[in-house]
């Protein structure tokens, strides 16, 4: 079947995505599904800072590549090995899990092992684009969803409420389980907890709904585009700290009593983790979320402190999710009202503006931008 679809033979060095136009439309084949395949219409996929880092080369996939790694669409055809999914159902794509290795079948599937060695392939080992030229095009994160059609193993496509729109469903492939769930689940928070979010993109701004939904009656958001406190505030935040103007820690602790029961670093940068560390009330947790663009081996940390007043710290990757499980519960819960996704689209583009939605992520104060095939 023929597909229009955005792909990338080169990764550019001109980070403004207009000079050169890293991603070319074009018309390329899409093989039918047999064995465990899926194959999808795509009719929403949205984009975020992970394929800008595979348009500037700073991930291994083999060129060219289909891209795109979050959607939401109804499946077309099956092949004769699928189990989950039949025609016409609603899914979610994302780069899930395998489904079959030890973590996963533990339940850790945010930990999945081979998620961490995709190749530009599906999990077979196969790719289902063909480009003009004959030659194999590869997947993004075995999903590639900037295409009219993508065919994909069926564990990368999540069976989710129809009554969800498609265009709000494709930010469930990615960040937002990320912060509801460190919230909501590797914190676990109690009801009547203090909150702190530091950074407001879409990771901050659903682990502000995910202490809203776990019942925080102190939600503090800390960033520095004063844009974004005003939907803060909407979501459920109980008051905004605009860090280039006032030092943080000192205002958590004015506003708290000393200090909060849960602080978040949604950015992952060495000093907003300690500020996260800093502003922490006795007995209360850091949760570690944003992970930083290079290693970084030192944070200046209070050691005494720790211990004297029983403070803990940990990380949380994909909100530490069992996600095939977790995906069609926050569908629901987008369903019921009771998490809202409609307000952190910031804006909704057709495939042939790629570049320019890249440009806008990289420059602008965008939240979640959804590409419309
Ligand atoms: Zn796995
Ligand atoms: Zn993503």
Redesign the pocket.
Known sequence: MESKAAVLHEPTKNHDFLGDLPAKIEMVEVSEPIGEEVLVKIEAA??????VSCVVGETGEPKPVVLG??GAGVVAAIGDEVTTLEVGDHVVL??IACGKCIRCRMGKSNLCLSRRQSKGTLRTGDTSFTGSNGDPYYHY?GVSSFTEYTNVTQEVAIKVNKKIPLEQATLL???IFTGVGAVANAANIEPGSSVVIFGAGGVGLSGVQGAVLRGATEIIVVDVVPSKFDIALKMGATSTINSMEEDPVERIREITGGGADYTFDMVGHPRVFEQAVESLAVSGTAVLVGTPSTPVNEVSINLREMVKNEKRIIGAFNGSYNLPIAIPMLADLVVEGKLSLEELITSSLPLDNINEAMHQLENGAEIRQVIVP
């Not at 949205?46 to 394929?51: A, E, R, V």
């Open positions: 949205s984009l975020c800072h992970t394929d790694h979050e994302g780069r994160h492939g990615c960040g």
